[in-house]
C-alpha cells in the first residue's frame, strides 16, 4: 500500500504560479511511477505528466512548456511546479502511484485525496 497526500492547491489569477506537492509513505518510493492528474467540474479525470524514478518524464501536450514534475525520492516527495496558468488548468489535482517503471499516462493504482486549483482570468 502507498499514502498519497496533496498539498499546495489555492486560487491564482491567469499567468500566475502554483507548486503542488505530494508526500508518499508506506512503501519504497523509488518502486513506482508517480503521476499527477485533474478533474474539473464535470469532466473525466484526465493525465497531467508522470515521472520515473531515474527521472524520466512525460507530460499532456496542454501542459508542455508550462508545467514541470519532480520528485525527490530521499524524501518521498512528487511535485508539480505550474507556471502560466489558464482558466481552463482549474481543476482537482490528483497525485498517483503505480509499480514498476513504465512511464504510461493509465493504470495507476494508489490515488491522494486531492488538491483544488482554481485559476481566475
Known amino acids: 500500500q502507498v499514502q498519497l497526500v496533496e498539498s499546495g492547491g489555492g486560487l491564482v489569477q491567469a499567468g500566475g504560479s502554483l507548486r503542488l506537492s505530494c508526500a508518499a509513505s508506506?512503501?519504497?518510493?523509488?518502486?513506482?511511477?508517480m503521476g499527477w492528474f485533474r478533474q474539473a467540474p464535470g469532466k473525466e479525470r484526465k493525465f497531467v505528466a508522470a515521472?520515473?524514478?531515474?527521472?524520466?518524464?512525460t507530460y499532456a501536450d496542454s501542459v508542455k512548456g508550462r508545467f514541470t514534475i519532480s520528485r525527490d525520492n530521499a524524501k518521498n516527495t512528487l511535485s508539480l511546479q505550474m507556471n502560466s496558468l489558464k482558466p481552463e488548468d482549474t481543476a482537482v489535482y490528483y497525485c498517483?502511484?503505480?509499480?514498476?517503471?513504465?512511464?504510461?499516462?493509465?493504470?495507476?493504482?494508489?490515488w491522494g485525496q486531492g488538491t483544488q486549483v482554481t485559476v481566475s482570468s
Open positions: 498517483a502511484a503505480r509499480p514498476g517503471a513504465v512511464l504510461t499516462d493509465n493504470l495507476y493504482n494508489y
Open positions: 508506506g512503501r519504497t518510493f523509488s518502486d513506482y511511477v
Open positions: 515521472i520515473s524514478w531515474t527521472g524520466g518524464t
